[in-house]
């Protein structure tokens, strides 16, 4: 398991990003966040962003992102998703999790 922080996106001058591989399940990114994917296989992936928020005192469901391949999508991840600790798991099924490419966005 991996806790990603986001990577400054928001710069004028230009901002270093870090490709990330997705996880079969563990990683996580911190609520609040811009994830951008991009599915490098030959097959369809989907990716579950786990979250921690109720409403009215009823959890709210995960989230589910289904990529076909070659797709490149972006999930903005809700600041009300994260756990204690304000981070938000993500676990990508189907095919091999590593064909998944990702990039973890903040000061958006």
Known sequence: MT???AE???STSGGSLTE???AASGDTVPAGCIVVMRNTGAGSHDTTF?????????AVANRTVTMAA???KSVRINSLWGDANGRVAMAVANATPTELKYYCLGGI
């Open 3 to 5: 806790d990603f922080a």
């Open 8 to 10: 400054t996106a928001g």
């Open 20 to 22: 990330r591989s997705g």
């Open 50 to 58: 786990t979250n921690s928020a109720t409403q009215d005192s009823l």
């Open 70 to 72: 070659g797709a490149i």
